[in-house]
């Protein structure tokens, strides 16, 4: 198993609904699943033997969308194979005007005063 993480900030348009989703591109070889984590919560899984689903949304209230995130994958190989998921992306689905305000959801066991 690797884990790889990074951090992302971001200030979407106010007063706008703009969903966002995290995409992986290439092919992943069936050997390979990834566990996605946002902000703490796990959003999803990816891999060659359970699907074709390349696109992940990154659900609103998970999603700081005027702030700080961090994604975090959890790879795991069934055999040493020394490569990662591949290309890993963030995109827009859309943006529309107007939107219903959703509430941030702390992560699992945070504690903000720490």
Do not use: C
């Amino acid at each position: 198993m690797t884990w790889y993480r990074t951090g992302f900030r971001l200030d979407l348009p106010k007063g706008q609904d703009t969903p966002a989703g995290l995409r992986f591109g290439g092919d992943v070889p069936p050997a390979y699943r990834v566990v996605i984590y946002l902000n703490g919560w796990n959003i999803g899984q990816y891999g060659g033997d359970i699907g074709p689903q390349k696109e992940f949304p990154l659900p609103a209230g998970l999603l700081r969308e005027h702030g700080d995130n961090t994604l975090a994958l959890a790879v795991t190989a069934k055999e040493q194979t020394g490569a990662g998921p591949g290309p890993v992306s963030l995109f827009a689905y859309s943006t529309v005007r107007g939107g219903v305000p959703v509430s941030g959801v702390p992560a699992p066991g945070y504690d903000p005063r720490r």
